[in-house]
Each structure stands twice: as C-alpha cells, then as structure tokens.
C-alpha cells in the first residue's frame, strides 16, 4: 500500500534553514509529482510547493517563494522540501503528499517544524 | 483569509444529511476539479471526494461531492458520530499557479 513518511523536522531557530524528507513507497515513486502541505497550529491547510514526476516542473506558494526550495531523488524514493531563512510563521506540522489530476491523494503522517528562538 | 470559502461550522444530528460548501472563482473551481478531504483530530487528511464526485475505495457512499460553476459541495447523508471531523475543499488555481484550499469547515454531530 502506499506510504509516505515524513521527517526532519524539529526546533530551528529563525533565519536558520532546515531540510525535510518524504520516504515513498507502495508504488512507482518516479511516475507521480509530489507536494507539500502544511498545516499551522490550530490552523488550516496551506499548499507549499509541487514538483512534477521528472523534476523539471516545481511552483511554490508566494509565502515561501524564495526561501523554500522542492527536490527529488526518484533513486532513492524521496522528496526533499530545504527550508531557508525560516520564520515564526512557518511553524507547522508539514505533510508530503501524492500528486494526482493536479491535486493530491495520499498523504504522510507529516513531521513537526517549530522555529523559534 | 483563504482563496476558497467554506462555512467555518457546520452540525446535525445522528441520522441527518448536512451539505457544506466551497465557493471559490473562474480561476479556481470555474476551470479545474474539486477534492474534499477529511481531517479528523490529530490526524492528517484523508481524501474523501476526488475529481468533484468520484469517491476512492472503502469512502462510504454516504459521502457525495459535487460541483457548478465555481463553487462546489460536499453532501454527508446518514450521519454518524465518527464523522466529527475537519473538511477541506481543494483545487487548482491557474493565476496562482498551485494549489488553493478552503479554510476547513468543523463538523460537529450533536
């Protein structure tokens, strides 16, 4: 069955950087674009960014244009979301997520990021 | 605020049919698909509504999605305690080049 699990998340300071991962398995990880979501305290979802299947397509959300960088590695099954000068503001739970017509079908269980002095 | 709008709340009783919506614009809802995801607490989302009306395997047919013009609904019939839960509409926005979602809709069974 389809996985996703998330990590590298934890306390970071802000103006640090931080990189997250998605480990995929249960299907053919190269063939689906992949994105990222999260999800503030007590807040809603928010869409991050989106990688297309090969790579050669990624968009990000305006709040983290700039700052946020999507990757893959299709070798190794995983998605890499690299976090730069990080604010309070992105405190969040953050979920990776399966591309599918555009939007997403599975998700992971997510992985916490707090940045905080 | 969030690019698509749902109601914050929404409730019934054991048994009732509750309908919650999401009303977005040509940009969004006009000209792409619409997924409704259900959060239930301390978890992450689950798809329950894909491509406006389809629902993935083992999604109860109590759940039924829907869409017209730019706006979009999700529709649960026989409710149940255990469908106390978060709900987010989804879709693709073409001027923003991503994904936008509703601000989630907390349904409560009284």
């Known amino acids: 069955q389809v996985q996703l699990v998330e990590s590298g998340g934890g306390v970071v300071q802000p103006g640090r950087s931080l990189r997250l991962s998605c480990a995929a398995s249960g299907f053919s990880f190269r063939n689906y674009g992949m994105h990222w979501v999260r999800q503030a305290p007590g807040k809603g979802l928010e869409w991050v960014a989106v990688i297309w299947n090969d790579g050669s397509n990624k968009n990000y959300a305006d709040s983290v244009k700039g700052r946020f960088s999507i990757s893959r590695d299709n070798s190794k099954n995983t998605l890499y979301l690299q976090m730069s000068s990080l604010r309070a503001e992105d405190t969040a739970v953050y979920y990776c997520a399966r591309r599918y017509q555009l939007l997403m079908d599975y998700w992971g269980l997510g992985t916490q990021v707090t940045v905080s002095s | 605020q969030s690019v698509l709008t749902q109601p914050p709340s929404a409730s019934g009783t054991p048994g009732q049919r509750v309908t919650i919506s999401c009303s977005g614009s040509?940009?969004?809802?006009?000209?792409?698909?619409v997924n409704w995801f259900q959060q239930l607490p301390g978890t992450a989302p689950k798809l329950l509504i894909y491509?406006?009306?389809l629902r993935p395997s083992g999604v109860p047919d109590r759940f039924s999605g829907s869409k017209s013009g730019t706006s979009g609904s999700l529709a649960i019939s026989g409710l149940q305690s255990d469908d106390e839960a978060e709900y987010y509409c989804?879709?693709?926005?073409?001027?923003?080049?991503?994904?936008?979602f509703g601000g989630g809709t907390k349904l409560t069974v009284l």
């Open positions: 989804a879709t693709w926005d073409d001027s923003l080049n991503g994904v936008v």
């Open positions: 491509s406006n009306n």
């Open positions: 040509s940009s969004n809802i006009g000209s792409n698909i």
